[in-house]
């Protein structure tokens, strides 16, 4: 097996999707330069950070985490490019699983009952073929040992994009765009939600709306990558 994985190397070079860099044998979608200089967030060891304060006053999140911080052209964003629109599913489960090992020494999430990927619209699922937040995920949950949940919260309306609306834009954009399909589910639980980017927070403050109906629950929030300042 070992020499069949060089002779394809050697005819579909493997490269690091955030550099272009080629990748060493023993690395894996991210070169080992980019995963030590990547700009992280360390959010999970500050409960009073940037995310945190996006969110103050608007909803009540016993944490805000995100693994990277974004910025325009750079690294992350290729990253994200990848895949959204390079069908890198499996990429997006291992950078849950790189941002699980950094949670895990922190023991951030430890009384977490549930994950939850923010869902995507039937039709736009259709279309993309899979949902880069249930494969962040997927990633999260495996290291963390949670159960994830894909049935008790759905998107019920389809939106457009989100990426070029002004604040306000894409607020009214999701506003009632979530509803919940088994509320005896989520009861008492602490959920964390997961999304791909947060950029105004308006996505989460809709999946909020939607949530906060279920008695007792408690909601923490994950992504990828954390954008609101660059893209409000």
Known sequence: MTLINDFMSL????????CGNGLFKQEAYICNYCKLNLPKSNYHKNSQNELSLTFAGRVPLVNSLCFYLFEKSGKVQKLLHAIKYQNQKELAQFIGELY???LIKEKTLDDIDV???IPLHKNKLKLRGFNQSEWF??????MLKKPMDIISF???QETSTQTKKKKYQRWENV????SINDQQALINKHVLLVDDVITTGATIEAAWLALKEVEGIKVSVIS???AARKLS
């Open 100 to 102: 699980a090992q950094d």
């Open 154 to 156: 759905e998107r019920r």
């Open 175 to 178: 506003e009632g765009i979530f």
């Open 137 to 142: 995920a997927k990633g999260l949950a495996k």
């Open 115 to 117: 994950i939850i990927p």
């Open 11 to 18: 005819i579909y070079p493997r490269h690091c999707e955030a």
């Open 224 to 226: 990828i990558a954390f």
